[in-house]
Every structure is written in C-alpha cells, then in structure tokens.
C-alpha cells in the first residue's frame, strides 16, 4: 500500500496558487486513473483510494493550511500502518525554476513549511518526495505573496507539462520504487560531455 499526498492550501481562495500544485498534480491523478473514486474526509484530510495493477493507493490532500500539513498525514500513516518510505509527498519549491520537476528520496525541509510540519508529526525526513518549482519571487514581492499568487499565463503550459511528466512518475514509484523514479524521470544534469542523472 502506497500513500501519495499533494501538499497546498484547501478552500477556493487558493485554488490554482503556486502553493497548490500539490493538489493540482493530485487531482490530474485521481482523473488519469479513472477508476470512480471519491474523494472523502478523514482526519483532517480528502481521500481517495484508488487500486491499479493490484496495488493500493491512497491519495490525501490535507485540509489543514501548508504549515500544519503533518496534521492530516500522520494519523492517515498511523491508521494504515504505513511505512514512511511507502509516502510519497507532493510541494511546491521556490528554488526550482517553473516547472522544473526534482525527484528526492528523503531530506530535509529546506525551509518548506509543509515538509516541516509532515516531518514534525511523523519523526522522520525519510520519505520521498516529488518538487514541483513555482520560480522565486521578484525583489518587491514577499516569499509568501508569491506562494499564494496565480501562475501569470506564460507560465502556465511549464505547469501543465510538469503535471503531465510526473503522473508517471508517480506510477512509476508506486510499482518499482523511488531510485526507478528518480533514474527515470529526474531532468538530465550535464557536466562536461556526460549527462548525469540528479539524485538531489
């Protein structure tokens, strides 16, 4: 059994922020699986579970803000008896550019307060997550003003694209495993005349 979260803030207000695209590449899931799953409420979090190919999927969006996420995943892992790196978490990441998608196996938080707060709640940095880049803000504008601001329209096709590249990403690292995924799907790192694979 495979728990997947997308990280973002819940309510229309923030529907389609930069924030969000935890939730958005989570719901472009639920409708590429097509199986007639409905989301329903538990422990402070929307559900669907979802089974392809015999495996069992749950997918959460928390109904907590960003920063008290961990709220919503811990009991959910708890009451599955869920290993952490059978979790996979979905966010947003300032550092990359947009759309740019980054595959990790575990690490900290690097300053996320949704990844701060999941590690918080269930005792470990130890569980994969997939990194969406949103761009980092202009110089007038504040990091949270950025965060919870819409996608301006050239960017939007980047995000869509990013969405569309990691839904089989996230099959992927459901049926073979995090270094599949990442080998797989990580964007290629050049240096010198080799193309490398980033793990990071």
């Known amino acids: 059994m495979k728990v997947i979260v997308g990280l973002g803030n819940p309510g229309e207000k923030y529907a389609g922020s930069r924030h969000n695209v935890?939730?958005?590449?989570?719901?472009?899931?639920?409708?590429?699986?097509?199986?007639g799953g409905q989301w329903r409420e538990q422990d402070n979090a929307a559900v669907m579970t979802v089974i392809k190919e015999a495996e069992k999927m749950i997918l959460v969006k928390p109904l907590t803000y960003m920063n008290e996420s961990g709220r919503a995943v811990a009991p959910?892992?708890?009451?599955?008896?869920?290993?952490?790196?059978?979790?996979?978490?979905?966010?947003?990441?300032?550092?990359?550019?947009?759309?740019?998608?980054r595959i990790r196996p575990k690490g900290s938080?690097?300053?996320?307060?949704?990844?701060?707060?999941?590690?918080?709640?269930?005792?470990?940095?130890?569980?994969?997550?997939?990194?969406?880049?949103i761009g980092r803000p202009n110089a007038d504008e504040s990091v949270i003003d950025h965060v919870l601001r819409s996608f301006l329209p050239?960017?939007?096709?980047?995000?869509?694209?990013?969405?569309?590249?990691?839904?089989?990403?996230?099959?992927?690292?459901?049926?073979?495993?995090?270094?599949?995924?990442?080998?797989?799907?990580?964007?290629?790192?050049?240096?010198?005349?080799?193309?490398?694979?980033?793990?990071?």
């Open 109 to 133: 938080s690097g300053g996320h307060n949704g990844i701060k707060s999941v590690i918080e709640h269930i005792g470990t940095q130890n569980f994969p997550r997939m990194k969406i880049g």
């Open 22 to 35: 935890g939730f958005m590449l989570l719901d472009a899931l639920a409708r590429d699986l097509d199986l």
């Open 76 to 101: 959910i892992l708890h009451w599955h008896k869920i290993d952490p790196r059978d979790l996979l978490v979905i966010h947003d990441d300032i550092d990359l550019p947009v759309g740019m998608v």
């Open 154 to 200: 050239e960017e939007e096709e980047a995000i869509r694209l990013a969405v569309e590249r990691l839904i089989p990403a996230v099959k992927c690292w459901s049926a073979e495993g995090i270094d599949m995924a990442m080998n797989r799907f990580n964007p290629a790192k050049k240096s010198g005349r080799k193309a490398l694979r980033e793990d990071a």
